[in-house]
Antibody, heavy 122, light 107 residues
Framework: EEQLLESGGTLVQPGGSLRLSCAASGFTFSSHDMNWVRQAPGKGLEWVSSFRASDGTTYYPDSVKGRFTISRDNSKNMVYLQMNSLRAEDTAVYYC???????????????WGQGTMVTVSS | EIVLTQSPATLSLSPGERATLSCRASQSISNYLAWYQQKPGQSPSLLIYDASNRATGIPARFSGSGSGTDFTLTISSLEPEDFAVYYCQQRNHWPITFGQGTRLEIK
């Protein structure tokens, strides 16, 4: 069974840093693009980052560019999200998502983790 | 950035009825549109990708259509477990974007 399990969410002060982890199992991890998506309390989904398996290219929206960094360790089947200079508006449940392999671009997210809560507050 | 606008915001229907959800893109995204379902307290799950392809294990009552800027998710006959929030997502242009969601509630 394909699974993702996030960890690392906690309460952090504004301006602080945090690293989220996502452990993958049940599929050939190195072959798939991996992603992070967040959801603020009571709000919709917001894409946060992607890591292309084919060439290691990473992508971010402007809202986190320069503050967040996605990385992966294919030997451990792990993907990470390093979050720096955290703001109150980064408060959300953070989901790890696996992309389907598709012919063009990064695929839709067919497997999601259960999420980990990040709260940025003093 | 491509903006996805979903309508209606809330849809009230009864089990057995047909549901039609809309997603409109601010510019053409070819057929690179996915639909997700999210139930309260759960992670989203993929229903449809590339506009019309059902994901693994998704029942045939779910279907998707459209291309370019206008897309539709249809649930042919609502089951009690279908009442949830539905999001569309485009992957044609970076940044990946989601619609704001349609809440499908029991009438």
């Amino acid at each position: 069974e394909e699974q993702l399990l996030e960890s690392g969410g906690t309460l952090v002060q504004p301006g602080g840093s945090l690293r989220l982890s996502c452990a993958a199992s049940g599929f050939t991890f190195s072959s798939h693009d991996m992603n992070w998506v967040r959801q603020a309390p009571g709000k919709g989904l917001e894409w946060v980052s992607s890591f292309r398996a084919s060439d290691g290219t990473t992508y971010y929206p402007d809202s986190v560019k320069g503050r967040f960094t996605i990385s992966r360790d294919n030997s451990k089947n792990m993907v990470y999200l390093q979050m720096n200079s955290l703001r109150a508006e980064d408060t959300a449940v953070y989901y790890c998502g696996k992309s389907l392999i598709v012919a063009l671009g990064t695929g839709p997210f067919d497997i999601w983790g259960q999420g980990t809560m990040v709260t940025v507050s003093s | 950035e491509i903006v996805l606008t979903q309508s209606p915001a809330t849809l009230s229907l009864s089990p057995g009825e047909r549901a039609t959800l809309s997603c409109r893109a601010s510019q053409s995204i070819s057929n690179y549109l996915a639909w997700y379902q999210q139930k309260p307290g759960q992670s989203p799950s993929l229903l449809i990708y590339d506009a019309s392809n059902r994901a693994t294990g998704i029942p045939a009552r779910f279907s998707g259509s459209g291309s370019g800027t206008d897309f539709t998710l249809t649930i042919s006959s609502l089951e009690p477990e279908d009442f949830a929030v539905y999001y569309c997502q485009q992957r044609n242009h970076w940044p990946i974007t989601f619609g704001q969601g349609t809440r499908l509630e029991i009438k």
